[in-house]
């Protein structure tokens, strides 16, 4: 089975700074999709950034970006130019290819707060 | 609105009582998922259907727990005979199936958090 780990359970940014998000996950498939969701207080989970395994340039995202690791399998989100409205917790998700296994394994996530 | 709806938002209810949730996926999206959160943890999959046909149940969907997707459209999440750690967001997700450029990325409701007293 796969999992996510998410050992930064907080994380503070002061405004206009970068941070950088960690994720880890372990899988025995090689072909594979990894996300970025971010969930804001009391609203719903919205898609922050997507990586295909297959690909080995990194997925950008206006201020976000990825650090892809496959061999590592690593994949962890950096924001730049940190604004207030980050403030969210973050999710790291990975979703098989295998059209067999279609669901979404979530990582416990981390809250980001951004400092004024 | 197009997105995902999720009814009721939010549901209080004594132990022991039946509660029932709604989930309407994006229209063409054929895939729908149930997933249960609790304060700061991720979503657990519960379980998923494409079209009517529910493909996968988690080993946390205990007989007390039944979902339904009728005619493939929208879905119930009924919990019977509810239990205080049945208390929960329960979110619903729906996605068109992955390939042809498609990462099969979800797309989440607001939810629909319970209370069991």
């Known amino acids: 089975a796969q999992t996510v780990t998410q050992s930064q359970p907080e994380m503070s940014v002061q405004e206009a700074e970068t941070v950088t998000l960690s994720c880890t996950y372990d899988t025995s498939e090689s072909d594979y999709y990894l996300f970025w969701y971010k969930q804001p207080p009391s609203r719903q989970m919205i898609l922050v950034i997507r990586?295909?395994?297959?690909?080995?340039q990194n997925a950008t995202e206006n201020r976000f970006s990825v650090n892809f690791q496959k061999a590592a399998k690593s994949f962890s989100l950096k924001i730049s130019d940190s604004q207030l409205g980050d403030a969210a917790m973050y999710f790291c998700a990975y979703r098989s290819a295998s059209g067999a296994n279609s669901k979404l394994t979530f990582g416990k996530g981390i809250t980001l707060s951004v400092r004024p | 609105d197009t997105g995902v709806s999720q009814d009721p938002r939010h549901k209080i209810t004594k132990r022991g009582q039946n509660v029932t949730f709604r989930c309407d996926p994006i229209s063409e999206h054929n895939r729908l998922y149930w997933y249960r959160q609790t304060l700061g943890q991720g979503p657990e999959f519960l379980t998923y259907?494409?079209?009517?046909?529910?493909?996968?149940k988690s080993r946390l969907l205990s007989d007390r727990f039944s979902a339904e997707r009728p005619k493939g459209s929208f879905s119930t999440l009924e919990i019977q005979r509810t239990e205080q750690g049945d208390s929960a967001m329960y979110l619903c997700?729906?996605?068109?199936?992955?390939?042809?450029?498609?990462?099969?990325?979800?797309?989440f409701g607001e939810g629909s958090r319970l209370t069991v007293l």
């Open positions: 990586q295909e395994a297959y690909k080995q």
């Open positions: 259907f494409q079209n009517e046909a529910q493909l996968e």
């Open positions: 997700a729906s996605s068109l199936g992955a390939g042809r450029g498609r990462t099969g990325e979800l797309f």
